[in-house]
């Protein structure tokens, strides 16, 4: 049965339960759970963490703990009984607990130790709390402790601080902001001294009677470590100053044995001591722990003849000291005992024994020696606080232990009536005695004994030490033969009082022998008396004793014999006739010194003082001994204080008018001298006697007389120090007249109050005089008031006592009135008068509500006049403070509305005033003091406050001004942060005060300044601060903890949500002043919809349509709300605000509201556009927050900056985020990209003198100067991104510029700069990137990449699996699509995120830079992958059923083509793909492409070989050819025979003839290529590889054979091959230049794109190797039957199976898109590994973009010529990267060298940088600059060799008969011209940058010589007797040559740039190429090698020209058109 409990209501979980019962409740360790009802061992009740789920637990889980139940029930709530700070340590911890963590996760190691040292601390001292087992006073200490850790770690953690009270929390309710905003301050204070533990001794504020903490140490000796001494011992310790060279404490004595311990058996473990009474500046000092060690036993230790056993002295031993300056800071933390090891040093020399101590503190290490490791003391030391009485009860262990307490010499700082002391202590200093006629000094040993006046000893009245009992008599220690001893030992005398007259002291010296008896013979001895005759003692100085001889007869029996002797010099001036016939002699030789320091409460050494206290004897002096008293020392005084107030009063009743003044005079000195520092605290001894002992009930008459004789005089006197000396001393003198007043009463029954009321009404008077008096003129009158106004406030106490508060306060009134205004009198003047009104205001008197309505209106009054004038604001912001204070706490009276209301007339304007002038100055602590007054005062306003307020104001005028006002200082309030960040309860009640206020203003706003008294700038006001106020960080709620923030809505709600309802009703009630808002408030407001809290958004997202309509009505759009509101958009989302909740808010009530209206289309165009730039700002932000890549932040940018350029139209928005981008770029080192974003803002600027403002880090210039520094900018960023062809034209830009401005030597520079590129572009190595595509599916992505499909440019090196990890680390969500199929539905709207990448390949949109023969391949390899905006992948398919026995016949490719956006590179290094189609390449295409693929790729490796650029090593070329022909022989090429050359395949397929017939003619041509191939393998063979070259032969004979029948007439074509020897001059000679009858060898071509060098396989056709549909099939690139005009549309070699060669083929490793960086192949064997190691250096093989500029030749029927399909296949016909492990040997040439197939050489490099934009700068190459009539013109075989050497020469390939078109040689070649100029056309290395115009002819400069060996070629390679050879005559084209030469010549020599896209139509045939072989016109070649050279020499060569331009058309024309066309393209 479950029954509700009555006691168990709260507690603790001591143990987890995990709730595994039905209805359980899932507690962890340290939750706390309210209890509701209870049954069999269980509880039913909820967590404080979650309140709202009930469950069950087990009650033996649960701690309970004491609770107050409230409203119990239903809705009952439980508080804890507990100590409020340990409610607040644990939820402290809680929180911290979070915080901790993140520390070590955020690397701030170094706190996270503190913090978890404090946070065990914590624990500990939380665990102290509870136990209950602490006094008050160690909970006091322990609460400190806390409270300063709490505070500490806040601070630290960022968290808010706690402000206190007495350790405790305050409530903010319960007092006036002032109080708390000091509370505030106190505690920041608190937290900054956490630090310095030590307390400064400062009397604070308020605690004016703050008796000093005094300090202790408790010194404990531990042990003493010897081993030499083996005696007994003493050890003294005492405190020693090292400064003033003196002792300051007593000493404490341990006495130990021989073994070393104590010789006491029951002071084992109780060796200890208490130094006591030290100040706090007595722990400044250079203090030391001092022990000397007396050892007793022999005279010498180590001599036993010297002296008897028997006979013990006191003799030095060592000393050891101890800085407590070093020890004082660990003591301190410390808080217990700690130990310290002080070694003992020994003396060298006993004469120096009183100073060993401050030798060995000197270090000064001659006069001491250093122990041996054994010797040492160990103690123990601890510092203790506090007064004696609380030191015994916190640590009574301590004293159980038998406590030693060792005392200051002296008095402490304070002496308490009632402390008596009566301590004598003597210092032993010195003596001289005489040899006496010893040979040897003496052994003196000093004896003393106190003696009584009647001769008797003294019982234990001498103290060596504390520690050890008291004694009668003392012996000193004994310094071997020294007769001057020094011996420094302090001895306190602790003599009774009443038998200190007459006592005296005695010391008798003796000489102690060593010899044999070991006697000690008494030589002398010294007296002293203690008292002097006239009752003074023995002042506190040196004294010089007379020392008289005596021996050991001689007797003191009678003392009688030496006391009437003279004692010392001055006693023998006092006695001169002294009987020389005396028993005692003087030795006048002899002297003895002691010191005496007398520490007694009722002795005194002053005569005065002993005369006025024995007055009585001396009753004719008494006004003497009355004047005296001034001169006695202060110390003596408050000694003997209670006496000397006795015997003034006693003196006073005696003769009141005779020495009453007198007696006054000396009680205000008395008094006074209480007031000093130095005896400050004997303010409560003053105190205590006056309630306690004082005794003249007459007095205050007398008192009261002298009091107004003194006022009444100040006046006239000129010297005025005995009357402000009385004016100080009055609040005593008020106390004793008072006292004495109630002492009277009491006695007489209350006789005589009229006399005594109208006494003090007359002193009043007297008073008020005083203070009204003109002290302008005089100083002495000035400071007489001042020391009045001082001391004024302290008398109301004590009148209280006998007047009514009523009473009082009209005396203080009249008092306070009396002043004369602030105006007359000066500024020191009027500070004294403040802080005496503030201290009446602090004062108990002000505290009642009668005196406050008294007494306030005076102080406003002054207060009021003080603020009018900007004076002393410190002071009055103090004395306002308490009164709100006061009024707070007092808020409950009745009366306190009505001091309200008189505070509001008086002060509310002239402190906004103030307010408004601090806040200008920026006076952080004044703004403070007074924004707490003015929140105090405000928040004290109710309704019928703020109604009087406002009814009050005379006009409207005047209402305004005072709203501006109190609007201004609340907008300052919140913008100047006057409160620091963590004061969170100060900032929020701030908040709450000024929500409050505007409420109660906006009625008065909206009645007064609506209609027709309309008035901007107070609703601007207005407006401004409600914007302010909501935007508040400390109002922020979402930010901060749930903990915290639900106490803050329980306690003040959501203050936005306040604002914001405030605010809207505000701007409803506007009505068709809106329009004034528009579009000033757009932007606050905005801000305000921006923050976090659907309510407000909710509130006021509204408003913007009310804007849009109002500007509608007026204007008649809304382009002011539109332009605004996006500007401020920007700003504010990258500022963090807003989010997608704001979004679709935003959205969703805009267009509810627009619908309605008649401009809805606008308004729901406007109101999309804006959400949709929100989504990109969003995303925006997103990418920025630190941990995104920089892909993404790329991306997003890039994204936004469009949508500002095409959507919205903000040029200024659009070029802020094109430097945002630039940097981005920069940061990645993009440095391509860099350039292209700020091309973008270049070509905003024209090169005009317009003048610009500042913009971003620009200057103010003009807008040709800004053109040119970007213009700069740009082409430093293409340097450092090696895209040097994009910084040509940028070049020739700014030299035009420049050229028109004769800025020669600009000039000079940008064309260096310009001719540097070429040499780069020529000489540095250039990587070509791979490009990727990636899909991002899914919605999680943002906004910008949502299932859309972009191509990326790889980084350098980057492959496919490299980049795939790296886009899957930038977004570690996504999972990787592992088919390349477009994803259906169900993915693109999933809520997850998908990739899906695979490798493309590009398009060149431009190929007639890649078509020219004489273009190097370095500057192809840029056109290939730049300018790209096309890419393709293939996957190929069965279609039909599919073959077993040959699938070539069904094996089909399905080509996608992705058109983007944009080229790449452009601004970014992706962009988005705008369109995809689909192809499919038939099984005879493909056939086609894979058979002139191999083609082409064995072309370029023999022509490798014929000109010896693989040097030596034949393998490659012996594999690439086994490969091919062993394949054909073994069914390769048979395959496709079977497959498309079958008889039923044609009947089936009449369409495929032409390409039927296209396909036989690759293969013919594959045998020619074969035929040479094997040519220049016979040359180069070694010897041991004959066989290999025999076994070839053998094939090539068979493979001819195979496919004899079907093309009869190929046993011609290869003489070189035939089975036959044929002589090698039968064999065509590779440099032999093509007559025209060669050319005639052309053949017909399907118009395919014949430029797929891309990724070809080197696999086998044979069907056993072939893969299967689901592998990567390698295509060809020709698309049969398309147009001429479609030819660039598939320009890629497809990836293939199928192969010519029969031995390596692997099925594809990759999905089946194949991307080419994961496509296989066999491994490389280790003999190519260096060959492979080469090819990494290269990029990957494809088709590239060619240049505008040269446009491809095309023939009259549209074919290519075929040999410009040969150019391309130079070094690697595969269609894999050429970093590939995988690539087949074919596939590993080296680079290509100059030949007649490749004009390029050198390894190639690819470039930084992804992709492209629209806009950027296409870059042609630049045109040739034509060679002078007589320059060689080589042609594309004409690297000749030596005669009888030369290898077989490659059959080339051409379409028609057409004259021939010379190909100059490589640029990098070395060139034998008749000029020696380089054979390039231009004279300068080719860029790959065109110009429209070319230059005249003229001679160029040699190139400098090249290093790169591998790009150079063989010089041997040239014929030496080419300079004697003719030059060659021009070949003519069909156009007129002299035409051509004449329009040639008029142009001049400036060349323009003309941008890539224009492609001028050439009028012109096209050049011819060189032919290629076809048989059944084939001309016999069966020429001897004389014939073919003959032919050589007679043929004229043509002059290599470029024909690129319409005749008729001048150049400049034709550059401006191109130019224009291309811009606006652009």
């Known amino acids: 049965m479950w029954t509700p409990t009555e006691e168990e209501k709260y507690g603790v979980v001591i143990c987890s339960f995990r709730g595994s019962v039905p209805q359980g409740l899932v507690l962890e360790i340290g939750e706390t759970v309210q209890i509701l009802e209870k049954c069999e061992g269980w509880y039913r009740g909820v967590s404080t963490k979650k309140p709202n789920v009930k469950g069950i637990f087990p009650a033996n889980y649960i701690h309970l703990k004491k609770a107050i139940v409230s409203n119990r029930g239903q809705y009952e709530t439980v508080v804890p009984l507990e100590d409020s700070i340990v409610t607040e340590v644990t939820a402290t911890l809680q929180e911290w607990a979070s915080l901790w963590k993140q520390l070590y996760v955020k690397h701030k190691v170094d706190l996270f130790y503190k913090l978890r040292h404090v946070m065990n601390e914590l624990i500990d001292l939380r665990r102290q709390l509870l136990s209950g087992h602490l006094t008050q006073d160690q909970v006091r200490e322990v609460k400190r402790h806390i409270t300063v850790r709490l505070d500490w770690g806040n601070e630290h953690l960022g968290l808010d601080l706690v402000p206190r009270k007495d350790f405790e929390v305050v409530d903010a309710d319960q007092i006036s902001v002032s109080d708390l905003y000091k509370m505030h301050l106190s505690s920041r204070q608190s937290v900054q001294q956490s630090t310095s533990q030590v307390d400064t001794m400062r009397p604070r504020h308020g605690e004016t009677c703050r008796i000093p903490v005094p300090h202790h140490f408790f010194l404990s000796l531990k042990s003493f ?68 060690v007396i050892r007793i036993g022999r005279m010498l230790l ?103 307490i060792t005392r200051k010499l002296g008095f402490p700082d304070v002496i308490m009536p009632g402390d008596i002391r009566n301590d004598l202590y003597l210092t032993l200093e010195k003596g001289d005695f005489e040899r006496g006629g010893k040979s040897v000094q003496k052994n003196i040993e000093v004896t ?92 506190d100085d040196i004294h010089e004793l007379y020392v008289y001889k005596c021996d050991e007869n001689s007797t003191f029996n009678n003392h009688a014999l030496y006391l009437g002797l003279p004692c010392c010099k001055e006693d ?162 008020f106390k004793f007249i008072v006292q004495s007043r109630i002492l009277y009463s009491r006695a007489t029954c209350g006789m005589e109050e009229e006399q005594f009321r109208s006494s003090i009404q007359e002193l009043f008077q007297s008073i008020r005089f005083v203070l009204s008096l003109d002290s302008r003129n005089s100083e002495t009158l000035l400071f007489t008031q001042a020391a009045l106004l001082n001391s004024f406030p302290t008398i109301f106490d004590e009148l209280l006592q006998m007047f009514t508060v009523q009473e009082v306060a009209e005396f203080v009134r009249g008092t306070l009135g009396s002043m004369p205004s602030t105006v007359h009198i000066g500024q020191s003047m009027d500070v004294v008068k403040l802080q005496s009104i503030a201290r009446t205001v602090d004062s108990r008197l002000f505290s009642f509500s009668e005196s406050r309505r008294i007494l306030l209106p005076v102080v406003l009054h002054h207060i009021h006049l003080h603020l009018r004038q900007q004076k002393e604001l410190l002071i009055c912001s103090g004395i306002l403070g308490s009164i709100f204070s006061i009024v707070k706490t007092s808020s409950l009276e009745a009366d306190v509305m009505e001091e309200v209301e008189m505070m509001v007339e008086s002060l509310l304007d002239v402190l906004l005033q103030t307010l408004l002038t601090i806040m200008s100055k920026s006076h952080a602590q004044e703004a403070g003091e007074y924004v707490s007054c003015l929140l105090s005062l405000l928040r004290q306003m109710c309704d019928t406050h703020y109604q009087h307020l406002l009814d009050n104001f005379q006009s409207k005028d005047e209402l305004k001004e005072f709203l501006l006002k109190i609007f201004c200082v609340f907008r300052n309030l919140m913008k100047m942060s006057v409160f620091p960040r963590d004061w969170m309860v100060m900032r929020l009640l701030t908040s709450n005060i000024i929500v409050t206020t505007v409420q109660y203003l906006s009625s008065a706003l909206h009645k007064n300044f609506t209609e027709t008294d309309f008035d901007f700038k107070v609703w601007n006001s207005y407006f401004s601060l409600a914007v302010l106020f909501i935007n508040q960080p400390s109002l922020q709620l979402e930010i901060i903890t749930s903990t915290k923030r639900k106490k803050i809505l329980d306690k003040y709600g959501d203050m936005r949500v306040m604002m914001a309802y405030e605010l809207f009703s505000m701007w409803q009630n506007l009505g068709e002043h809106k329009i004034h808002f528009i579009p000033g408030m757009i932007g606050p407001f905005l801000g305000v919809t921006l923050v976090p809290q659907p309510e407000v958004r909710n509130i006021m997202i509204p408003i913007f349509h009310d804007m849009m309509d109002w500007e509608q009505r007026k204007n008649g759009n809304f382009k002011q709300v539109e332009a605004e509101l996006i500007d401020k958009l920007d700003s504010m989302v990258s500022e963090g605000k807003g989010d997608e909740s704001y979004r679709e808010l935003f959205g969703l009530l805009l267009l509810e509201k627009v619908e309605q209206e008649t401009w809805r289309e606008t308004g729901i165009s406007f109101v999309t556009s804006v959400t949709r730039l929100m989504e990109r700002l969003l995303d925006y932000r997103d990418c920025m927050k630190g941990e995104e890549t920089e892909n993404k932040k790329i991306g997003c940018t890039v994204n936004l900056m469009n949508f500002y350029k095409s959507e919205i139209n903000k040029e200024e928005m659009y070029i802020r985020y094109i430097h945002k981008l630039c940097d981005m770029h920069l940061q990645a080192e993009n440095y391509t990209e860099a350039a292209f974003t700020l091309l973008l803002y270049c070509e905003l600027l024209q090169w005009e003198e317009r003048p610009l403002r500042e913009f971003l880090h620009y200057p103010s210039q003009t807008e040709w100067q800004r053109k040119e520094g970007l213009c700069r900018k740009i082409i430093h960023y293409f340097n450092k991104g090696k895209s040097w062809e994009f910084g040509i034209p940028l070049c020739r830009e700014l030299a035009c510029q420049y050229e028109s401005l004769y800025d020669y030597q600009s000039l000079s520079w940008i064309r260096k700069m310009e001719a540097s590129y070429y040499d780069n572009i020529m000489e540095q190595q250039r990587l070509e990137p791979e490009f990727f595509r990636v899909g991002f599916y899914g919605r999680k992505f943002p906004f910008f990449l949502r299932n859309k499909e972009y191509v990326c440019r790889g980084h350098d090196y980057e492959r496919l699996e490299a980049f795939q990890q790296r886009m899957l680390s930038e977004f570690p969500q996504a999972v990787a699509m592992q088919h390349p199929n477009h994803p259906d539905d169900t993915i693109l709207q999933c809520d997850a995120q998908y990739l899906q990448i695979y490798a493309v390949t590009p398009i060149p949109d431009y190929v007639d830079v890649l078509q020219m023969d004489r273009v190097p391949d370095r500057v192809k390899s840029f056109y290939r992958v730049n300018n790209v905006r096309k890419f393709r992948y293939d996957r190929p398919f069965h279609k039909g059923p599919k073959d077993k026995e040959n699938e070539f016949k069904s094996l089909w490719i399905e080509r996608t083509t992705l058109t983007l956006t944009h080229s790449l590179p452009g601004i970014s290094r992706w962009f988005e793909v705008e369109r995809r189609e689909l192809v499919e390449v038939s099984p005879l295409e493909n056939a086609i492409q894979v058979v002139e693929n191999k083609n082409q790729e064995l072309r370029a490796l023999i022509s490798q070989y014929q000109h010896k650029q693989v040097h030596g090593n034949v393998n490659l070329l012996s594999m690439c050819l086994n490969g091919v022909i062993d394949a054909a022989v073994n069914g390769g090429i048979a395959r496709y025979q079977e497959a498309f050359f079958d008889k039923d395949y044609i009947t089936k397929h009449p369409g495929d003839a032409e390409k039927i017939t296209q396909l036989k003619e690759l293969m013919q041509e594959q045998v020619h290529v074969l035929g040479v191939g094997l040519a220049v393998h016979e040359k180069f063979v070694h010897p041991e590889m004959r066989p290999l070259h025999k076994k070839l032969i053998d094939q090539f004979q068979m493979m001819r054979a195979s496919l004899y029948h079907e093309f009869p007439g190929l046993d011609k074509l290869s003489p070189a091959c035939s089975g036959t020897s044929t002589p090698r001059g039968n064999v065509l000679a590779s440099h032999s230049p093509m007559s025209p009858e060669n050319i005639k060898m052309t053949h017909r071509h399907s118009p395919m794109n014949l430029m797929g060098t891309g990724r070809h396989s080197s696999s086998s056709l044979s069907s056993h190797t072939s893969s299967e549909a689901g592998n990567v099939v390698m295509l060809g690139d020709s698309s049969m039957g398309e147009a001429p005009e479609d030819l660039y549309h598939h320009m890629q070699a497809s990836p293939s199976s199928s192969s010519l060669s029969s031995t390596h083929s692997a099925p594809s490793q990759m999905i089946t898109s194949a991307p080419s960086s994961a496509r296989g192949s066999p491994s490389l064997p280790d003999k190519y590994r260096h060959a492979r190691e080469m090819m990494l250096l290269l990029p990957t093989h494809r088709d590239r973009p060619s240049s505008a500029m040269y446009p491809a030749a095309i023939l009259e029927n549209g074919q290519l010529p075929n040999f410009q399909r040969a150019l391309f296949q130079q070094v690697v016909g595969a269609c894999k990267p050429c970093s590939d492990p995988n690539l087949s040997v074919a596939e590993k040439a080296v680079p290509a060298a100059p ?155 400036r060349s323009h740039s003309a941008p890539g896209c224009v492609i001028p139509q050439d009028p012109m045939d096209p050049p011819a190429l060189p032919p290629k072989p076809y048989h059944p016109r084939l001309p016999a070649l069966e020429h001897d090698e004389g014939m073919l050279l003959r032919e050589e020499a007679e043929r004229p060569r043509g002059l290599h020209r470029k024909a690129s331009l319409p005749p008729g058309s001048t150049k400049e024309e034709q550059a401006r058109m191109a130019w224009e066309h291309s811009r606006g393209e652009q």
């Open 572 to 733: 023998y001036n006092g006695c001169p006739n002294i009987p020389s016939s005396l028993i005692f002699q003087r030795s006048t030789k002899e002297s003895f010194f002691i010191s005496t320091q007398l520490s007694s409460t009722k002795l005194t050494q002053n005569v005065d003082l002993l005369a006025l206290l024995k007055w009585k004897a001396f009753p004719d002096r008494i006004m003497d001994i009355l004047g005296r008293l001034r001169h006695v020392s202060g110390e003596e005084i408050v000694k003997f204080l209670q006496d000397i107030l006795d015997t003034l009063f006693v003196i006073l009743d005696d003769n009141t008018e005779k020495y009453g003044l007198l007696v006054f005079q000396s009680l205000v000195f008395i008094i006074n001298l209480l007031r000093d520092i130095k005896y400050f605290h004997f303010r409560p001894v003053m105190d205590t006697y006056i309630q306690k002992h004082f005794a003249g009930a007459l007095a205050y008459k007398e008192l009261i007389r002298c009091l107004k004789w003194y006022m009444d005089c100040s006046a006239e006197l000129i010297r005025q120090d005995h009357i402000q000396e009385a004016m100080r001393a009055l609040e005593y003198l």
């Open 448 to 539: 003393m004994y106190v003696l009584y006046a009647d001769g008797e000893i003294l019982k234990d009245c001498i103290s060596l030490g504390s520690g050890e009992p008291n004694r009668s008599s003392y012996h000193s220690f004994v310094l071997y033969h020294s007769n001057s001893p020094r011996w420094g030992e302090i001895i306190k005398l602790p003599i009774p009082i009443d038998r200190f007259r007459g006592s005296h002291l005695r010391f008798e010296f003796r000489h102690c022998s060593t010899k044999d008896k070991g006697e000690k013979k008494l030589f002398g001895f010294a007296f002293s008396p203690l008292m002097r005759d006239d009752g003074t003692t023995l002042s």
């Open 225 to 292: 470590t010897y081993n030499t001494i083996g005696e007994d011992t003493d050890v003294f310790f005492s405190l020693y100053d090292m400064r003033e060279g003196k002792q300051i404490s007593e000493r404490f004595l341990v006495r130990l044995n021989k073994n070393g311990g104590p010789r006491n058996p029951e002071k084992i473990e109780r060796m200890c001591a208490l130094f006591t009474d030290l100040s706090s500046k007595d722990m400044k000092r250079d203090l030391y722990v001092v022990a000397h």
């Open 1795 to 1949: 030949s007649s197939w490749s004009l390029d050489s050198g390894a190639r490099e690819a470039q930084p940088f992804l992709s492209a934009h629209t806009g950027c700068i296409l870059a042609p190459p630049v045109p040739p600059r034509s060679l002078l009539h007589g320059h060689y013109s080589l042609h594309f075989d004409a690297f000749h060799h030596p005669l009888g050497d030369t290898p077989p020469a490659l059959p080339a390939r051409t379409l028609r008969k057409s004259p021939l078109h010379p190909i100059p040689a490589s640029p990098t070649s070395p060139q034998s011209g008749l000029d020696g100029s380089n054979s390039t056309l231009s004279g300068s290395a080719s860029s790959g940058v065109s110009s429209l115009s070319e230059s005249n002819f003229g001679h160029s400069s040699e190139a400098p010589p090249r290093t790169d060996t591998m790009d150079s070629v063989p010089s041997q390679a040239w014929n030496a007797d080419e300079d004697l050879e003719p030059p060659y005559l021009p070949v003519h084209y069909s156009l007129s040559e002299s035409a051509v030469l004449d329009s040639i010549k008029a142009q001049p020599c």
């Open 302 to 404: 180590n001599d036993s003849k010297k002296g008897p056993a028997h006979l013990h002295y006191r003799r030095p031993y060592g000393c050891a000291v101890l800085s407590i300056l070093d020890v004082l800071q660990s003591l301190t933390e410390l808080k217990e005992e700690k130990d310290f090891v002080l070694k003992v040093y020994t003396c060298n020399n006993e004469s120096e024994w009183s100073q060993i101590h401050e030798n060995i503190i000197r270090k000064s290490s001659a006069k001491y020696s250093a122990p041996s490791a054994s010797h040492g003391l160990i103690i123990s030391l601890q510092l203790l606080r506090g007064d004696m009485e609380q030191i015994r009860r916190e640590n009574p262990m301590v004293f159980n232990r038998g406590l030693a």
